[in-house]
Structures are given as structure tokens and as C-alpha cells.
């Protein structure tokens, strides 16, 4: 089945403790991103990937960094979580940067609360 | 001004109403248009695609005018299923790829 998962789906942590987020797709899809929803703020994107070692800021990527080693996987570090960087996050990815026409397919999401 | 703009809503309806949602875009250079549907707390899902002449789905209706630089969505005979949120996205496909906008949704209640 074709999906993108995430991984904790729910944390609870405290500040400063460095925590990893994990996004991985088995649709060998080229294009991933990550984004932040917050209650009258919609979504808005932290960083995104266009291809292997290819990564770049959105809209919001203070507190936040990416890597992306292998194609199917595309983690976000919190290297000292604040309670600011209390949200529901999302992970999505898409076929590639260059189709005009691609849409995204996301995660389920991970509720992160920061102590 | 936003890039993707929603009605506010939310909208509450009866149970076999027909609604309209709307959307605008800044970008005039935007390359493809989708409405995506949200439940609480949940991930978004692609409800449709948009095409410049207007595509349908069922009970869901999507239309596209470039010149306004204006999406719609209309849903007839609402179900209670369909309470959800209704997130406008476009591509505003650049120079370096791929660019997804999301609009700030509007919430459906269908009321029994």
C-alpha cells in the first residue's frame, strides 16, 4: 500500500530535549516537505527536499533542521525543542519537483507538545 | 495579501443543502489547483483536482477561473459525512519546482 508514515505519532517532551521525527514513503517519490498546523495558522511549510541531499527552507524553519540521506526517508530534528514548537506536524511527499501537475500525499501527523 | 484565500466560514448546514466554497490565488503563474478535505486532527486528503474546464466528482463539483484567478467548490445533497474542513492548495510551480500553497480552510458542519 502506497503511504507515507511517521513515527512518534504522539510525544510529549520537555524543553531542550533533542527529539527526531521520522517521515518515510514507499512511493519512491522525489519531492518531500514538512509542515507545522497550528489553530488559525493552517499549515505552513518548514522545509522541504526536492531530491537525495537536496533540502531547503519554507515558510517557518526556525528550531528546526532536515536531512535527507536516502530517498524514502526525510526526519525532522528538534535540536532544543521550546513550547512554541507545540503543534501537529505533517509530513508529505510527492512524485517530483519538476511535475506541475503532482499533488502531495501526507502522514498521518504527530501531535508534539513541548513541556 | 495572503497567496490563498478562503471564505472563512465556517458553514453550517442541513443535511441535503447544497454549498459553495471559494477560493483565491495571487500568483497568477500558478500551474495546478486541488481542494483537499481535513477531518480533526487528521491528515489532508486529496478530494479533487481542478481543471480549467471544470471537473466532477459525485456530488462534488470543482471549477477554475484563471482570468479571476478564483476556485470553487461545490458539494450538492450534503451528508453529515462531509463535515469536515476544506483546504484549497495551489502549486505555484517556479523556477525551482514544485510549490504548494495551502489556503487557511473552511469548516463544514452538516446538521441533521
Known amino acids: 500500500e502506497a503511504q507515507v508514515t511517521q513515527n512518534p505519532r504522539y510525544l510529549i517532551t520537555v524543553t531542550g530535549k533533542k527529539l527526531t521525527v521520522t517521515c518515510s514513503q514507499n512511493m519512491n517519490h522525489e519531492y518531500m516537505s514538512w509542515y507545522r498546523q497550528d489553530p488559525g495558522l493552517g499549515l505552513r511549510q518548514i522545509y522541504y527536499?526536492?531530491?537525495?541531499?537536496?533540502?531547503d527552507k519554507g515558510d517557518v524553519p526556525e528550531g528546526y533542521k532536515v536531512s535527507r540521506k536516502e530517498k524514502r526517508n526525510f526526519p525532522l530534528i528538534l535540536e532544543s525543542p521550546s513550547p512554541n514548537q507545540t503543534s501537529l506536524y505533517f509530513c508529505?511527499?510527492?512524485?517530483?519537483?519538476?511535475?506541475?501537475?503532482?499533488?502531495?500525499?501526507f502522514g498521518p501527523g504527530t501531535r508534539l507538545t513541548v513541556l | 495579501r495572503k497567496e490563498v484565500e478562503q471564505d472563512p466560514g465556517p458553514f453550517n448546514v442541513p443535511e441535503g443543502a447544497t454549498v459553495a466554497f471559494n477560493c483565491t490565488y495571487s500568483?497568477?503563474?500558478?500551474?495546478?489547483f486541488f481542494w483537499y478535505r481535513q477531518d480533526c486532527r487528521k491528515e489532508p486528503k486529496l478530494l479533487m483536482s481542478v481543471y480549467s474546464s471544470g471537473n466532477e466528482d459525485g456530488r462534488f463539483t470543482a471549477q477554475l477561473n484563471r482570468a479571476s484567478q478564483y476556485i470553487s467548490l461545490l458539494i450538492r445533497d450534503s451528508k453529515l459525512s462531509d463535515s469536515a474542513t476544506y483546504l484549497c492548495?495551489?502549486?505555484?510551480?517556479?523556477?525551482?519546482?514544485?510549490?504548494?500553497?495551502f489556503g487557511p480552510g473552511t469548516r463544514l458542519s452538516v446538521l441533521p
Open positions: 492548495v495551489v502549486n505555484m510551480f517556479g523556477n525551482y519546482g514544485q510549490n504548494f500553497v
Open positions: 527536499s526536492m531530491n537525495v541531499e537536496v533540502t
Open positions: 508529505a511527499s510527492s512524485s517530483g519537483p519538476r511535475d506541475s501537475t503532482d499533488t502531495q500525499y
Open positions: 500568483n497568477s503563474a500558478s500551474q495546478s
